[in-house]
């Protein structure tokens, strides 16, 4: 009988211990499936998050490029909608220039109004040439209010003047009337006047500088003035299609190799 109670007392503690592992066990597993669970709703959120912030990146991203296409086909700077680019692409420091009206002086440069109103900042240089009509110049003949013909390296808006001339022999009223001027939200005229080469293609040719991209610009400006000169391509055919930005119309003025406007587009 002792033997017996005893055998009952050790057996008896074990029993419970393997009762109480039992419950312990059982209180284990749920609690593994809560754990479980809480780092589940923890994660899918997380992923979630993760997911929304590339989505919101990449919206973004696109949001940032589709505004910046939007703003660049309403400023006339960059390709024109209707043309899809090509030769439209804005050029950096390519010969050219642009006319207007001195608004403002500074010592080593100044700024001028299009006859449309497009602002340029003119950048002048220590090689800079000054004209007054068709005389030898100095710097201290740019004042505000002259009117200017400005020719040099491109930049968007702002040109550094390798030659200026003050007063230039451009009948200003009939020049501008020739030109649309750039409206925020409006379309780029579609229009052609006089002669476009027969094979032209926009984007085509080949960028040139020098004495032939002064002429021709001086050409189109003297014919179309109010917008800016960004570049001037030599074509196939020995003519040069000046481009032109800032309006609405023209974007291509064609010269002739002796520097005759001939049309635009």
């Keep these: 009988m002792k033997r017996h109670t005893d055998t009952s007392r050790h057996d008896e503690p074990s029993a419970m211990s393997q009762d109480q592992a039992g419950r312990a066990k059982r209180r284990r597993r749920p609690l593994s499936k809560r754990i479980l669970g809480v780092a589940v709703a923890l994660f899918v959120p997380a992923l979630g998050l993760g997911v929304a912030a590339c989505g919101g990146t990449s919206t973004s991203a696109a949001a940032t490029a589709t505004t910046a296409t939007q703003t660049s086909a309403s400023t ?60 030898t110049s100095v710097a201290s003949a740019v004042t505000k209010g002259k009117t200017v013909l400005v020719l040099g390296k491109v930049n968007s808006t702002m040109i550094t003047a390798s030659q200026i001339i003050v007063q230039p022999t451009i009948n200003m009223s009939k020049a501008s009337a020739n030109v649309i001027s750039f409206k925020k939200g409006s379309q780029s005229a579609s229009k052609t006047v006089g002669q476009v080469p027969t094979n032209y293609k926009e984007g085509s040719g080949t960028i040139v500088s020098g004495t032939v991209a002064t002429k021709a610009t001086k050409a189109a400006l003297t014919s179309y003035a109010g917008g800016i000169v960004d570049r001037v391509v030599r074509l196939s055919n020995g003519e040069y299609e000046v481009h032109y930005i800032g309006v609405n119309w023209p974007h291509h003025i064609f010269v002739t190799s002796n520097f005759k406007v001939v049309g635009a587009n």
Excluded at 104 to 128: H, I, M, Q
């Design 76 to 135: 006339g700077f960059a390709g024109h909608a209707e043309s899809g680019g090509g030769s439209n692409a804005r050029s950096t420091n390519a010969a050219g220039g642009s006319v207007g009206k001195v608004t403002g002086v500074s010592a080593s440069s100044f700024t001028v109004s299009t006859p449309t109103g497009e602002k340029v900042t003119v950048k002048e240089t220590s090689s800079t040439v000054y004209e007054k009509g068709t005389s």
